[in-house]
Nanobody, 119 residues
Framework: VQLQASGGGLVQPGGSLRLACAASGVTLAYYSIGWFRQAPGKEREGVSCISYSDDSTWYADSVKGRFTISRDNVKNTVYLQMNSLKPEDTAVYYC?????????????WGQGTLVTVSS
């Protein structure tokens, strides 16, 4: 089983990026999928989540209205569209087969993709 987070990079404030969480060996449609991020010197925090049952979504207050989570079950991929990026969005972004950030050996985590928002 592998989750591969991709799409990070360097972007100017106000810009956009789309992160992708692609999976092999597991069907993401059967899971709620969370995006998390960890900024330098800070604890990891939840950013967004999409439910397995009805695709309902949750967003952290800091990204609400700017980020959109979605899934493509044909491609077995979950996306995080990030618009109006701010320097404080700079972090390593992780996807996982959970929306709760606590250790569970049954959860799968991607390796992370770095997003840098800077002029």
């Amino acid at each position: 089983v592998q989750l591969q987070a991709s799409g990070g990079g360097l972007v100017q404030p106000g810009g956009s990026l789309r992160l992708a969480c692609a999976a092999s060996g597991v069907t993401l449609a059967y899971y709620s999928i969370g995006w998390f991020r960890q900024a330098p010197g800070k604890e990891r925090e939840g950013v967004s989540c999409i439910s397995y049952s009805d695709d309902s979504t949750w967003y952290a207050d800091s990204v609400k209205g700017r980020f959109t989570i979605s899934r493509d079950n044909v491609k077995n991929t979950v996306y995080l569209q990030m618009n109006s990026l701010k320097p404080e969005d700079t972090a390593v972004y992780y996807c996982a087969t959970t929306c709760v950030d606590h250790y569970d050996p049954d959860d799968y985590w991607g390796q992370g993709t770095l997003v840098t928002v800077s002029s």
